[in-house]
């Protein structure tokens, strides 16, 4: 069995992790809304048509925020299409996804949703194909209390209430030439810093996301964050990135180091934001808003040339494996180890189109193998990310040199004086021993050790077999004095509880 260390110190903190670290993303693609949680005529479905079990599968991943309505999707979106009575709301083609869009889901909608969720909503502006008067006129409707015609208007459709949103984001991957009204650094720059005035003009405690560079492999990375930074800095709270990775080759222990990428990534985008803040001589300093990032495989991306023009055509459903979710894990640990700056992050998507979570139209809801990493470190990733040292044995991939076999960052959390270490192995073949010392922080016991593994790395959880494969807590995790040994099965997805020893 190989064998790794790693030393966790209470004064060597990362940072704060964000409130909103593990929210997720709900666009109008495919069958994420429609068939996905709103299904009118399902026998789970509420009055408003709302699926109630999905619903409650959702609330099992304590989803902080949720990014609407995109995504492509918004680059044509006219959000007053899905306000006021539905018989008077229009059908409208999609160009982003080749799809009619019945807007039958809307803005008020998806408010009542999150309230039911207890989840609150990033609102995606249109700034690519709309003006600054309509983001200013929807604003209005969402948060001012009335006497204005916006305000009123929504009090007229049955919402007294403001919705009081209070985080926007300026489009979405204005950089990509798959886009609906691409633009260039200093088109998307002009725009984005007046769509953002704006949004501070109304409100200067609006939290604000600027599109950075929507993919490291684009020509314009990192030119484009810089000039539109040097516009738009003063005005913006956060820079938007988006990670997606898959294994289309099969070659999984590339597959599983492409998080050093990620890093890569995470690290550029950080030092664009910071280069810009040095060349304005500003005291701000900006943090990243990963609002997309997954595991995407792309196999199901010409489905909606096939049969177009559809309302809620199966796009984009992906059926992960198990060396998916674990992939997600070290996913999620590269966020944690990046907790100073990167503040929220969005896991793309929720429901159907590349989600951890399946439905069928008018039947079952079951959970793919992804949701449980995404669950685990909703429920315990809470508090202070501690700087890892990790002693590892390593391996050389096709792109990646020293790829170390264990991927682990600890969190405590200072309220409950809990510490939780995750932890991935990514040996396909071997055990890994794993040694923590606990260093300064007293005694600690285990008080669980969750293990998500499986025999078969390509192993899914399907409609037919929901829970094929689930974590267990029988793992193996004991403390001997400032000591934590663990075994960590091959490739497995560990989650090690640890609390204060009861005097």
């Known amino acids: 069995?190989?064998?790794?260390?790693?030393?966790?110190?209470?004064?060597?903190?990362?940072?704060?992790?964000?409130?909103?670290?593990?929210?997720?993303?709900?666009?109008?693609?495919?069958?994420?809304?429609?068939?996905?949680?709103?299904?009118?005529?399902?026998?789970?479905?509420?009055?408003?048509?709302?699926?109630?079990?999905?619903?409650?599968?959702?609330?099992?991943?304590?989803?902080?925020?949720?990014?609407?309505?995109?995504?492509?999707?918004?680059?044509?979106?006219?959000?007053?299409?899905?306000?006021?009575?539905?018989?008077?709301?229009?059908?409208?083609?999609?160009?982003?996804?080749?799809?009619?869009?019945?807007?039958?889901?809307?803005?008020?909608?998806?408010?009542?949703?999150?309230?039911?969720?207890?989840?609150?909503?990033?609102?995606?502006?249109?700034?690519?194909?709309?003006?600054?008067?309509?983001?200013?006129?929807?604003?209005?409707?969402?948060?001012?209390?009335?006497?204005?015609?916006?305000?009123?208007?929504?009090?007229?459709?049955?919402?007294?209430?403001?919705?009081?949103?209070?985080?926007?984001?300026?489009?979405?991957?204005?950089?990509?030439?798959?886009?609906?009204?691409?633009?260039?650094?200093?088109?998307?720059?002009?725009i984005a810093r007046e769509h953002a005035k704006v949004l501070k003009l109304m409100d200067p405690d609006y939290e604000v996301t600027v599109s950075g560079s929507s993919l490291r492999r684009l020509k314009t990375f990192p030119e484009w964050d810089s000039t539109v930074l040097e516009e738009a800095y003063n005005y913006v709270d956060n820079v938007s990135i988006h990670c997606y990775y898959g294994n289309k080759s099969g070659d999984t222990p590339n597959f599983l180091g492409k998080t050093f990428e990620m890093q890569d990534f995470i690290s550029s985008a950080i030092a664009a934001c910071d280069y810009v803040k040095i060349k304005l001589r500003s005291p701000k300093k900006l943090c990243l808003s990963i609002d997309e990032w997954n595991v995407?495989?792309?196999?199901?991306?010409?489905?909606?040339?096939?049969?177009?023009?559809?309302?809620?055509?199966?796009?984009?459903?992906?059926?992960?494996?198990?060396?998916?979710?674990?992939?997600?894990?070290?996913?999620?640990?590269?966020?944690?180890?990046?907790?100073?700056?990167?503040?929220?992050?969005?896991?793309?998507?929720?429901?159907?189109?590349?989600?951890?979570?399946?439905?069928?139209?008018?039947?079952s809801v079951w959970r793919q193998t992804t949701f449980y990493p995404l669950m685990h470190a909703s429920h315990y990733g809470h508090g202070y990310a501690l700087i890892p040292a990790v002693h590892s044995p390593k391996y050389d991939s096709t792109e990646f040199n020293d790829v170390p076999y264990l991927e682990s960052v600890a969190v405590w959390d200072d309220e409950t004086d809990e510490m939780v270490i995750f932890a991935v192995n990514r040996s396909l073949d071997e055990a890994l021993d794993l040694e923590c010392d606990l260093r300064g922080f007293g005694d600690y016991r285990v008080k669980e050790h969750i293990v998500y593994e499986s025999g078969d790395k390509l192993a899914r959880n399907t409609k037919d077999n929901p829970f094929f494969i689930v974590p267990h807590n029988r793992g193996n995790a004991s403390v001997d004095g400032d000591k934590v040994q663990a075994a960590l099965p091959a490739l497995s997805w560990n989650v090690i509880r640890l609390n204060k020893k009861e005097k």
């Open 1 to 190: 069995m190989d064998k790794a260390k790693m030393v966790i110190d209470r004064d060597f903190k990362i940072g704060r992790i964000g409130k909103n670290m593990y929210g997720s993303f709900v666009e109008n693609l495919g069958r994420c809304i429609y068939g996905g949680i709103y299904e009118p005529g399902h026998p789970n479905a509420d009055s408003r048509g709302f699926r109630r079990d999905v619903l409650e599968v959702i609330k099992e991943l304590k989803v902080p925020i949720i990014r609407y309505p995109g995504g492509n999707f918004v680059s044509t979106y006219r959000w007053e299409d899905g306000i006021g009575p539905l018989k008077d709301r229009p059908a409208r083609l999609d160009l982003a996804w080749k799809s009619i869009e019945p807007n039958t889901f809307g803005l008020n909608e998806c408010m009542d949703w999150a309230r039911a969720a207890d989840i609150d909503i990033m609102m995606t502006l249109n700034v690519s194909t709309r003006g600054i008067l309509d983001t200013q006129n929807m604003v209005e409707y969402c948060n001012f209390p009335g006497g204005t015609y916006w305000s009123d208007l929504r009090k007229s459709h049955g919402y007294k209430e403001p919705h009081n949103i209070k985080s926007w984001c300026l489009g979405n991957e204005p950089d990509g030439d798959w886009q609906v009204a691409q633009k260039t650094p200093m088109e998307y720059a002009r």
């Open 296 to 363: 995407w495989y792309h196999t199901h991306d010409d489905d909606r040339h096939k049969d177009p023009w559809k309302s809620a055509p199966h796009l984009l459903e992906e059926d992960y494996t198990f060396e998916d979710a674990v992939m997600v894990g070290c996913m999620l640990i590269t966020l944690l180890k990046n907790c100073d700056r990167v503040k929220q992050s969005c896991f793309s998507e929720l429901v159907n189109a590349i989600s951890p979570i399946m439905t069928e139209n008018g039947g």
